[in-house]
């Protein structure tokens, strides 16, 4: 019994000359394969880039004439490089997950749809918001927080309008780290008199975190 012999893919890229209407794959001088070339390229006739923030996912939707497959790149501005996000497409739509795309006010998706010898590509603009942002809550405005007083502050992160998931929180006061990475959401501090400021920086999973907020209290001397 022979052995089986290991497959592979293995791409081709042969430089067609104008003109041609067709290619051929030969083997010892034998044709294996036989393929015509498309002389006109693919029409694109409706793109739609469709937010969906609870998702956290942008629905690319599209219709197209000619094409065999589809890429799609995206890219935060003109000016910033293309990364594809999708290839080989077979099916008009996509979900492109926010989460893993660089945040842009005005995103740039690019749709590339090809029959194999000619392409066409057409844009689509929209907000992408995969950022983590944070806040910190303490004393209402009006206050008077009192020196030796316990004061608590919250910190809330959020990705997008949701709680963001395994959020780590590091406070630090004036510039002195009060608690590390991972010490809760949450902390009760006794401040001197005069002006302090609170920082809490958020850490995840998620790829655009670390980010910082601050909130400035300003202590007042205890009654005598």
Do not use: C
């Not at 034998?30 to 937010?51: D, E, Y």
């Not at 999973?205 to 400035?216: F, G, I, K, Q």
């Amino acid at each position: 019994m022979e052995p089986e012999l290991p497959f592979r893919n293995v791409d081709l890229h042969v430089a067609v000359p104008d003109g041609a209407v067709s290619w051929k794959l030969l083997h010892d001088g034998s044709p294996q394969l036989i393929q015509p070339l498309a002389t006109a390229a693919p029409k694109i006739t409706r793109v739609a880039a469709v937010p969906d923030p609870a998702n956290r996912v942008i629905h690319l939707r599209w219709s197209a004439t000619g094409a065999s497959f589809y890429r799609l790149f995206y890219q935060r501005s003109p000016k910033t490089p293309q990364m594809l996000i999708a290839n080989g497409l077979t099916d008009s739509a996509f979900d492109a997950l926010t989460d893993f795309l660089p945040p842009a006010p005005h995103g740039i998706f690019t749709l590339v749809a090809s029959n194999g010898n000619l392409t066409t590509e057409q844009t689509m603009e929209e907000e992408v918001s995969s950022a983590v942002s944070v806040s910190i809550s303490g004393p209402p405005p009006g206050t008077v927080v009192l020196a030796g007083e316990p004061i608590t502050f919250e910190a809330l992160a959020q990705l997008g309008a949701e709680p963001l998931d395994e959020a780590k929180y590091k406070w630090s006061i004036d510039g002195h780290v009060i608690r590390e990475v991972g010490e809760g959401a949450t902390l009760t501090r006794a401040l001197t008199v005069g002006p302090h400021t609170v920082a809490v920086q958020v850490t995840s999973r998620h790829p655009h975190t670390n980010t910082t907020a601050t909130l400035d209290v300003d202590v007042s001397p205890p009654p005598p």
